[in-house]
């Protein structure tokens, strides 16, 4: 070869590797060294921690999004994404991985869109829930895996057929009255459940998560809570129901699913992976019922509203579809993502304007209830709408509102104790700063205090009547 093209040669082929990096299957030391890198090139906003360790002693770690990393700030959201729960299933791990290298170049390119998104959510995303399940599918023949091959955890505990059933608990308290949310565990749950299960349980438990997926494959459709049946007739491992199990929000759940499915390149579409399905989506238990599955754990025990995503026909697709894969599901990501704003939030306070941790908010109508978290504030997922809104507390009066839900992002509403009194305060709150509105509380006091996008705090004195102009700013609390 002519020494003149030798150079030209090299560098097409170091054109060609460096194209394709980031588009291959991450072992799990090379996934480690993915999250590491990530966070190495945006420590202002990423956090990596662990929330334990698999049968084999990998940890499970995630990598955390935020312009305030380790830290929850009142009335910002908490996001989660987790792959790879199926140890076979393994597009959503490179997903999440390419998504989080995504974040972080967008971010320091100033994309307006998603740097809005990491300032006002905080983002976790766990790549791998079965590292050790994901290490035995690889090691297989790519072209002669098994369908269950690699599927379960080092245990062979299927991962997703190991939290405690609540389903049970909660449809009995639907025929005989009990708490229809945070349903508490059975008393011998942890000697039942995996480490990786705990880990997860624990997780949940230690944040307020209010929506999350749960990525898996073999199919290519958005599945929506409940996924256990009301009535079991048979003993196989897949139990074919055809019958839906609705939750509470099943309207709200199907909107989410077609968050996802209508961002997706082709999911709406249902195309084919053996099964149809209309707009790319299905109750869990329509499609087959599954006792002790994550995302009706998470409805049922957290503040958490979870799908499950499955996303491609093959399990362990080739890696050279890895690069079409991101390209289709990268913009229905963000999409669901995005729709973590919606809904309601606010803060439940004490007349010292002390947060009040678990205070229950209801929706008339609707009968699932959300908690307040530590801080006090609180977050409910809901429609375009007008509800009736109550908070309640051990020790407190209940205080209802009445609000309403518009397509632009969520309401805020804030509810401050005053004595016996609860001033009630409810303006419109989008991502983009609205039109001007003002609000009349309608009784005396000489000062606000606001909380600006800017993260800076303001008073202001108004007059009797507290009507205050409210142009940019978001109210926090009052009183």
């Known amino acids: 070869m002519s020494q003149l093209l030798w150079p030209l ?40 921690y662990t929330i334990g360790r698999s049968v084999q002693g990998r940890h499970l770690y995630v990598l955390e999004f935020s312009d305030n990393p380790g830290i929850h700030e009142p009335l910002e959201p908490e996001f989660k994404y987790v792959g790879n729960m199926h140890g076979n299933e393994v597009l959503g791990r490179e997903l999440l991985l390419q998504l989080s290298e995504f974040l972080c170049e ?19 995303i766990l790549p791998s829930m079965n590292p050790d399940g994901y290490e035995v599918a690889a090691n297989q023949d790519p072209d002669a895996i098994g369908y269950l091959m690699g599927r379960n955890n080092a245990n062979g505990i299927d991962l997703n057929r190991n939290f405690p059933d609540l389903n049970t608990f909660m449809y009995y308290n639907e025929k005989n009255g009990g708490p229809n949310h945070h349903i508490p565990l059975p008393a011998n749950w942890k000697s039942q459940v995996e480490p990786e299960t705990l880990a997860v349980i624990h997780w ?35 139990r074919k129901s055809n019958t839906p199990s609705p939750t509470p929000d099943d309207k709200l759940f199907r909107k989410l699913a077609k968050a996802y499915s209508y961002a997706h390149h082709s999911m709406h579409q249902s195309p084919t992976c053996g099964e149809q399905f209309a707009d790319g989506i299905t109750n869990g238990a329509s499609w087959y019922s599954l006792s002790k599955g994550m995302q009706d754990f998470n409805y049922l025990y957290t503040n958490c509203f ?8 093959d399990k362990f697709p080739p890696q050279k579809d890895l690069e079409k894969e991101w390209l289709v599901n990268r913009e229905a990501l963000i999409t669901y993502l995005e729709e973590v704003h919606q809904g309601i939030k606010g803060l439940v306070s004490d007349e010292n304007n002390n947060g009040i941790a678990g205070a229950v908010i209801s929706v008339n109508g609707i009968g699932h209830d959300v908690t307040s978290g530590d801080q006090g504030d609180y977050f409910r997922l809901l429609l375009p709408g007008t509800y009736t809104i109550t908070a309640s507390a051990d020790g407190y009066r209940p205080q209802t509102a009445t609000v309403t839900v518009g397509p632009a992002g969520p309401s805020l509403v804030s509810c401050a104790e005053v004595g016996e009194r609860c001033v009630v305060q409810i303006v419109p709150l989008a991502i983009q700063p609205g039109p001007q509105v003002t609000k009349d509380i309608g009784w005396s006091c000489s000062t606000h205090t606001y909380f600006s996008g800017s993260q800076q705090w303001r008073e202001l004195a108004g007059p009797d009547s507290c009507q205050v102009p409210f142009p940019t700013a978001f109210p926090f609390l009052s009183g």
Not at 18 to 34: I, K, P, T, W
Not at 214 to 237: I, M
């Open 9 to 48: 040669v090299r560098f097409l082929l170091l054109i060609e590797v460096a194209a394709s990096v980031n588009f291959f299957h991450h072992r799990y030391e090379q996934l480690v060294q993915a999250l590491f890198n990530v966070h190495n090139e945006c420590p202002d906003i990423t956090r990596i």
């Open 106 to 124: 967008e971010y320091h390119r100033r994309n307006e869109r998603l740097t809005r998104l990491i300032w006002d959510t905080r983002i976790h």
């Open 204 to 238: 949940m438990s230690r944040y307020n998560f209010v929506l999350s997926a749960n990525l898996h494959g073999g199919a290519l459709v958005a599945n929506y809570p409940y996924d256990k049946a009301q009535e079991q007739r048979s003993r196989g491992y897949q």
């Open 306 to 313: 979870e799908i499950t995503l499955e996303l491609s026909c």
